[in-house]
């Protein structure tokens, strides 16, 4: 049974078998998806539009963007895959901004509400490091009784006691 015949072209199994080449793979999809996937290949990204369009394709357009973004891929950083330990600490959920999507504040005096001292804030990182944590990502909300200078002071404290956390090379995926 052939790529064009199989009763599901969009599964990811069906997508990693398919052994066409990328040209033949661009080469039956449609030209407007064609002109952007080759676009893509010269490192220019799609407009915002393109991206919708890329979102919904399936079969064959399907399968030249899977091509594509692996060639890419593979242009930017070969086949050594890497990856980061992180430690994400949430040190504060007391905010005052009132975001629509966030399901995360809380106000003060609110039971669920809470505001952790810096040194829980290194204890958690410290977990994190002792299991391999390279980064640390630290979330947390828009306290209006946090001193002016608190994400300051915050931020020298981890540096101070982790100076080599999140130091060495990285890549943003910018081509």
Request: net charge negative.
């Amino acid at each position: 049974m052939s790529y064009q015949t199989e009763p599901h072209p969009d599964r990811v199994d069906f997508l990693l078998s398919d052994q066409r080449s990328l040209a033949q793979r661009i080469g039956a999809t449609r030209p407007a998806i064609a002109a952007v996937l080759e676009r893509a290949l010269e490192g220019r990204p799609p407009s915002a539009e393109e991206g919708a369009e890329l979102l919904v394709l399936r079969g064959d357009d399907l399968s030249a963007l899977v091509a594509t973004a692996d060639a890419i891929r593979k242009e930017d950083v070969g086949d050594i895959v890497t990856y980061v330990v992180n430690r994400n600490v949430n040190w504060t959920n007391i905010c005052f901004v009132g975001c629509k999507f966030c399901a995360f504040a809380r106000l003060k005096g609110h039971e669920q509400a809470y505001d952790h001292p810096i040194e829980f804030v290194l204890d958690r990182i410290q977990e994190g490091v002792n299991r391999g944590a390279t980064e640390v990502c630290m979330q947390g909300g828009i306290n209006p009784e946090m001193d002016s200078d608190g994400y300051f002071v915050l931020l020298r404290a981890v540096r101070d006691r982790f100076p080599d956390l999140h130091n060495g090379p990285t890549r943003c995926g910018a081509r």
